[in-house]
């Protein structure tokens, strides 16, 4: 779905129910109006006492906001009209009433069906402003004109309007939620459909990449052994095609068919694995790790490969949120959930921990902070994860830290 046209339909939608608000308005004004101050005196036999107040002015006057509404909808000004429409009724209203009692000895009889129209009409423009500019205006008209008259019998409207406001709330409350849920889902929706397209292209583009990468890295590598040269060149084109290499299977990682190979394998082993990656770039920027393993832990069904790649990723994201040394802590323990063992494996640092305004965007595709980093690592992890029916938590202070909390089932379901 394209946002034009979801802006198209919501304009037709309010064009819609901005006319059926007014073709309604008005019928019943005019005829509830005609009724009560007319016909009913008439079939009672008092025909000619007619209205006070305004007198039929008024209906002169109420003509006026409708060719005013006429002409904003053929300019396509349509959003403001119902605004515009209310605020000239609840002023013309008040004027009517108070011309009506001031000055008499009239107790207050009043109170409009059009106004029941209006609180009950207002949550089918799905719109809280308008709702409560709806029922603040009608109910506030009572309250003003209670206290000019200083006449208690405002108050039974005034009662009538507030229950009337309340139900018309919950309606629109209702509506509120019925639309969130669809909205999510379609969030949800677009969310996957990026996905898929991003990992046809990684498909495509990471099938074109890995041969000539993996030639150009023998070659290089078949340089550096033959020549012997003692330069730094060659280590450092060597790590910056692994470097691609990394990133094209992270691409690739949403591209395959998530089959994984679950077998029995130590995470005390996975975790050594990690840290003899990444202790090279924690030297070289002053980090150092503790681990901290709480008893002998059970095997885990998982797929190793995978696993490693995770711990990788996340080593790394704390040691890069560190540029000028620190520490990182690792604490492995097995915790029972749902009368279920599982394996806790959490990474705590002290680095610049991630701003609040970001927290939700992590692991979305390319989303990164870095200079030359790809925003592929947290979802690639996500989805490691999510395909061993683990969890992950990320808690973030800004300037003190981040902890990572991964769960992981330590037995899998068996399906
Ligand atoms: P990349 O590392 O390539 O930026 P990631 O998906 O691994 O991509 O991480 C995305 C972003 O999440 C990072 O750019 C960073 O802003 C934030 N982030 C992840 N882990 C940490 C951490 N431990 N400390 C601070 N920020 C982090
Ligand atoms: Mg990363």
Redesign the pocket.
């Known amino acids: 779905m394209k946002k034009g046209s979801n802006n198209h339909r919501l304009f037709a939608e309010e064009k819609k129910a901005v006319i059926l608000f007014l073709c309604l308005f008005n019928l019943l004004f005019y005829f509830w109006d005609v009724y009560y101050y007319y016909i009913r005196l008439y079939i009672g036999g008092s025909f000619g006492t007619s209205r006070d107040g305004l007198g039929p002015f008024i209906y002169f006057l109420m003509l006026l906001p409708i060719f005013v509404a006429v002409y904003q909808l053929k300019k396509g000004k349509i959003f403001l009209i119902k605004y515009q429409y209310l605020t000239f009724f609840l002023i013309i209203d008040t004027i009517d009433n108070l011309i009506r009692y001031i000055g008499t000895n009239h107790h207050f009889a009043s109170g409009n069906i059009v106004e029941v129209l209006c609180i009950l009409f207002a949550p089918i423009f799905v719109n809280k402003k308008y709702f409560w500019f709806t029922s603040i205006g009608i109910i506030g008209k009572y309250i003003l004109i209670g206290l000019i008259l200083q006449d208690i019998n405002v108050v039974f409207p005034l009662l009538l309007y507030l229950i009337l406001s309340a139900v018309a709330l919950i309606v629109l409350v209702r509506f509120y939620s019925y639309i969130n849920s669809l909205t999510d889902v379609y969030e949800e929706l677009k969310r996957k459909e990026k996905l898929a397209v991003i990992g046809q292209m990684a498909a495509a583009i990471g099938h074109e990449i890995r041969n000539p990468l993996a030639a150009l890295k023998g070659f290089t590598q078949f340089q550096l052994e033959k020549y012997q040269i003692n330069n730094n060149y060659f280590p450092i084109m060597i790590e910056e095609i692994d470097r691609i290499n990394t990133i094209v299977d992270d691409l690739m990682y949403l591209s395959r068919p998530k089959k994984i190979k679950f077998e029995k394998a130590s995470i005390e082993e996975i975790i050594a694995y990690t840290l003899s990656i990444t202790q090279q770039q924690a030297e070289r920027q002053g980090v150092t790790v503790e681990i901290i393993i709480a008893g002998p832990l059970p095997p885990l069904d998982c797929d190793e490969k995978q696993l490693k790649q995770v711990f990788i990723?996340?080593m790394?994201?704390?040691i890069?949120?560190m540029p000028n040394g620190g520490s990182i802590l690792i604490h492995v323990n097995v915790v029972v959930i749902e009368s279920q063992q599982r394996l806790s494996i959490s990474?705590q640092?002290k680095?610049?921990?991630?701003a609040d305004e970001?927290i939700l965007?992590?692991?979305e595709p390319f989303?990164?902070?870095?200079k030359?980093?790809?925003?592929?690592?947290?979802?690639?992890?996500k989805q490691i994860i999510k395909d061993h029916s683990g969890e992950i938590k990320?808690e973030?202070l800004l300037k003190k830290?981040?902890k990572?909390n991964v769960i992981l089932p330590i037995n899998k379901k068996k399906d």
Request: charged content about 15%; hydrophobic content about 35%; proline content about 0%.
């Open positions: 990723n996340l790394k994201n704390a890069e949120s990474i640092d680095g610049m921990g991630i970001n965007n992590l692991g989303f990164t902070t870095k030359d980093g790809t925003g592929l690592g947290l979802m690639v992890t990320i973030s830290g981040t990572v």
